[in-house]
């Protein structure tokens, strides 16, 4: 079973940034994109960004500008670079690895990500 373990939550000030890593503990059979995914307290989980496995990039509107998703494809490692962030940032973020039809999901244990106004 391949885990995938996130990194580099914490406190920001409003207008700070901060980076996310995660890292697959093993090469992802199937894998056709990873994501980023976040959730806000009493809300759902939303996606924040996609890489797929030729590089395309998609981002939601609320962060697109502020935050850019890369990927290490020889550490199987993703990456959410977050700049300008606001109060409306915080929550958990949860990495996303997506595979081909049939294959279930993997996912990460989650980050906090909290910011100050």
């Known amino acids: 079973q391949v885990q995938l373990e996130e990194s580099g939550g914490g406190l920001v000030q409003a207008g700070g940034s901060l980076r996310l890593s995660c890292a697959a503990s093993?090469?992802?059979?199937?894998?056709?994109?990873m994501a980023w995914y976040r959730q806000a307290p009493g809300k759902q989980r939303d996606l924040v960004a996609t890489?797929?496995?030729?590089?395309?990039?998609n981002y939601a509107d609320s962060v697109k500008g502020r935050f850019t998703i890369s990927r290490d494809n020889a550490r199987n490692t993703v990456y959410l670079q977050m700049n300008s962030l606001r109060p409306e940032d915080t929550a958990v973020y949860y990495c996303?690895?997506?595979?081909?039809?049939?294959?279930?999901?993997?996912w990460g244990q989650g980050t906090q990500v909290t910011v100050s106004s």
């Open positions: 093993a090469n992802i059979p199937g894998l056709n994109a």
């Open positions: 890489i797929a496995i030729r590089g395309f990039t």
């Open positions: 996303n690895a997506k595979r081909t039809l049939g294959m279930n999901d993997y």
